[in-house]
C-alpha cells in the first residue's frame, strides 16, 4: 500500500523559511499529480501548490500555486527518489496550519480535496510574529 510521510514541520519567525519533504513508499504509482494543502484551524483544508509529472495548458512549467503562497513557496520533486518538497521562504503568522502532503492517479481540480486519493498524516508548521 503507498504511504506519504511528511517531515520538516516546525516553528518559525516571520520572514523565515522552512523546507517540507514528503516520501511517497510502497506500490510506486505513476501520479497524475502531487501537491500540498494545508489546514488552518477551524478552516477547510486548501490546495496550495501542485507538480504535474509534465506541462499542461494550465501549468506549462508543471507547477499551480494558490495565490496566498505565489511567489513565495516552490514545489519540486525529486522523482528518482520519490520524494516531494515545498520550499516556504518569507513565512507569514498566516501560513501557519498543518501541511499535508497528497498524491493522485486521476485527474480533476488540482486543489480539490476529493480528488485525491493517497494523504499523508501532516506537520505542523507555525509561524510566530
Known amino acids: 500500500d503507498v504511504r506519504l510521510v511528511e517531515s520538516g514541520g516546525g516553528s518559525v519567525q516571520a520572514g523565515g523559511s522552512l523546507r517540507l519533504t514528503c516520501v511517497a513508499s510502497?506500490?510506486?504509482?505513476?501520479?497524475?499529480?502531487m501537491a500540498w494543502f494545508r489546514q488552518k484551524e477551524g478552516k477547510e483544508r486548501e490546495g496550495i501548490a501542485a507538480?504535474?509529472?509534465?506541462?499542461?495548458?494550465?501549468?506549462?512549467?508543471?507547477?499551480l500555486y494558490a495565490d496566498s503562497v505565489k511567489g513565495r513557496f516552490a514545489i519540486s520533486t525529486d522523482n528518482s527518489k520519490n520524494i516531494l518538497y515545498l520550499e516556504m521562504n518569507s513565512l507569514k503568522p498566516e501560513d501557519t496550519a498543518i501541511y499535508y502532503c497528497?498524491?493522485?492517479?486521476?485527474?480533476?481540480?488540482?486543489?480539490?480535496?476529493?480528488?485525491?486519493?493517497?494523504w499523508g498524516q501532516g506537520t505542523q508548521v507555525t509561524v510566530s510574529s
Open positions: 497528497a498524491a493522485r492517479t486521476w485527474g480533476g481540480m488540482w486543489n480539490r480535496v476529493d480528488d485525491y486519493n493517497f
Open positions: 510502497g506500490t510506486t504509482y505513476t501520479w497524475y499529480t
Open positions: 507538480i504535474f509529472p509534465q506541462a499542461i495548458p494550465s501549468a506549462p512549467n508543471r507547477e
